[in-house]
DNA sequence: AATGGCCAAATTGTTGACAATAAAGCCATA
DNA sequence: TATGGCTTTATTGTCAACAATTTGGCCATT
């Protein structure tokens, strides 16, 4: 019963398929957010379609899917490799977020609904009290999720969110597991939350934009230092 | 010699390979962009296989690549077809686009070439003569493409500049071709474009921003007052 | 011993046939 | 005549074999 509910982000449980390049897919892409295939590796098609018992047609449209959401790069006559990890995309990433997210928020504070702005209040809620009984630890990861995801799915946009949450998403589980060791900003960020919820609230949409572009900065620059400082 | 250069931007000549999969993919963008396949139109692959001289599979991966620059939607077992002509998906690309453009024109003013911002002078000069010369009549459609091209490319960063060149350009192009009867702005986009120039010169990072974000939110709301008065 | 070109192995790109699913039309029945 | 279920047909999903390209290693030459 300490488990949080897993409902609202499309983590795993996408809108995927029930095709063998679907389920294929879901396959490979967890298998690369969790470290099962390391940054950089190579994929062999003839073995990954052993291994997950498809032929290579499937798979090989389950690789283009996988480059179209930026876990992997391809390139013609060559193949495919999942993303190296560097400095520079982690960042890269965050700015895009934070702009997306700013939008996101933005709109959200202008068209979301009063029962989506309860379910925010009811998970930051939940998030105050697990702070409160645990150490604070994990929130960090899996809470921000559900908590972000509602914002963007409040703003309305259909394309946006489709970037965010189809595309962008995996790309930053992976990155958030590779440097998965990095924790802190627990507190924080339940302000953060906080405020936002309060901005969106009151339908001051230039204020939420202010407060998210904000808290995707933070954190971006918490990873810069963290990254560039203990990485030699 | 009227011609503008079209080096620049990304515009046909994408970074695509050289294979069949490659180059179905920009045959059947540019049918799509340039309204050869209309939207909502189905993509019969037996079909388009024989016209395009390629088996299916190349063909399906082509489509697949369409589908996840947002040209074309797919269901299973079903298939896939052109994305629908739809107000609100026009303004939500706008929106996106105000995002996302925005951080570039920020990021650009911050880490721009002196060589960049040349550029930009040079290309606002020869658009300003073929505003005097000509009834300043195309610039919006090539011109502009060019001048944001730049800007992005200036930001640095690659994601971005993937996800804005790669991902929502052709979209972009689509529904400028598809609502290629409004016109309009050409002089006011010229006086914008100049403003811009300037704060990046300065290092402005919130003026650009401020002044791309209005640039676009400009243009979103003439689309729709054009898009919701003259429809029905 | 280092470098250059050539050959072979492995991997990717492509093809056509086969299987599974969904849409459309038909017939029977109420 | 309208409706419901069935059959047929067209289309998508999948497979295994074939062709083309790259990479790595080998040998000859300087």
Redesign the interface.
């Known amino acids: 019963m300490n488990e949080i509910k897993q409902s609202s982000p499309p983590a795993t449980s996408n809108s995927e ?3 063998l390049s ?1 389920q294929t897919t879901i396959a490979l892409r967890e298998a690369i957010v969790t470290g099962q295939i390391l940054p950089g590796e190579k994929l062999n098609e003839p073995k990954l379609a052993k291994q997950h018992s498809v032929s290579r ?1 499937p798979l ?2 389950a690789i ?2 996988l ?2 959401m ?1 876990l992997v790069e391809h390139k ?2 060559v193949g495919a490799s999942v993303i190296p990890l560097e400095v ?2 982690v960042i ?2 965050y ?2 977020r ?3 997210e ?2 996101a928020a933005s ?1 959200a504070a202008t068209h979301m609904s009063e029962e989506g702005i309860g379910e925010l209040k009811q998970l930051l809620e939940l998030h105050r009290q697990h702070y409160q009984d645990n150490s604070g630890e994990y929130m960090q990861a899996e809470g921000d999720f559900d908590f972000h995801y509602l914002i963007i799915k409040g703003s309305g ?4 969110t ?2 965010l949450c189809n ?1 962008l998403y995996h790309l930053i589980r992976m990155f958030r597991f590779q440097t998965s060791r990095f924790k802190a900003r627990s507190n924080r960020a339940l302000v953060e939350h906080e405020q936002l919820i309060y901005a969106i609230e009151n339908r001051d949409s230039a204020l939420a934009e202010m407060l998210m572009r904000r808290h995707i900065s933070r954190a971006k620059e918490s990873i810069r230092t963290y990254l560039t400082t203990e990485k030699p």
Chains 1, 2 share one sequence.
């Open positions: 398929d029930n095709t679907g047609g090989r449209e283009r899917r480059v179209s930026g013609p006559h520079n995309r890269e990433l700015e895009v934070e702009a997306l700013g939008m709109l946009n259909a394309l946006l489709q970037q595309e």
